[in-house]
Nanobody, 124 residues
């Protein structure tokens, strides 16, 4: 059974940092792009960041550029999202996703495995 399990969410003050992790099991995703999306209450799910299969190419939403960094460790079948300078607008459930192909996509249509999400709350 393929699973993506996110961890590392929590409550943090504005300006603080969190590091999210997404551990995959059931199969290797070393040949697939990986991505992070987020969904705030009452809103649709939005793209946050993605990384290609080898880890040498990344993409970010404009709202997080310069503050968030996506990375991966293929030996551990794990992808990370380092979030710095957090803002209240970053409050959302963050979802990890495994891509259908090798290269980044900013559309949910480009991903076919999803985690259950981890809550991030940023207080002002």
């Amino acid at each position: 059974q393929v699973q993506l399990v996110e961890s590392g969410g929590g409550l943090v003050q504005a300006g603080g940092s969190l590091r999210l992790s997404c551990a995959a099991s059931g199969r290797s995703f070393r040949g697939n792009a990986m991505g992070w999306f987020r969904q705030a209450p009452g809103a649709v799910r939005h793209f946050v960041a993605a990384i290609n299969w080898s880890g040498d190419s990344t993409s970010y939403a404009d709202s997080v550029k310069g503050r968030f960094t996506i990375s991966r460790d293929n030996a551990k079948n794990t992808v990370y999202l380092q979030m710095n300078s957090l803002k209240p607008d970053d409050t959302a459930v963050y979802y990890c996703a495994a891509g259908k192909g090798r290269y980044e996509s900013d559309s949910a249509e480009g991903y076919n495995f999803w985690g259950q999400g981890t809550q991030v709350a940023v207080s002002s």
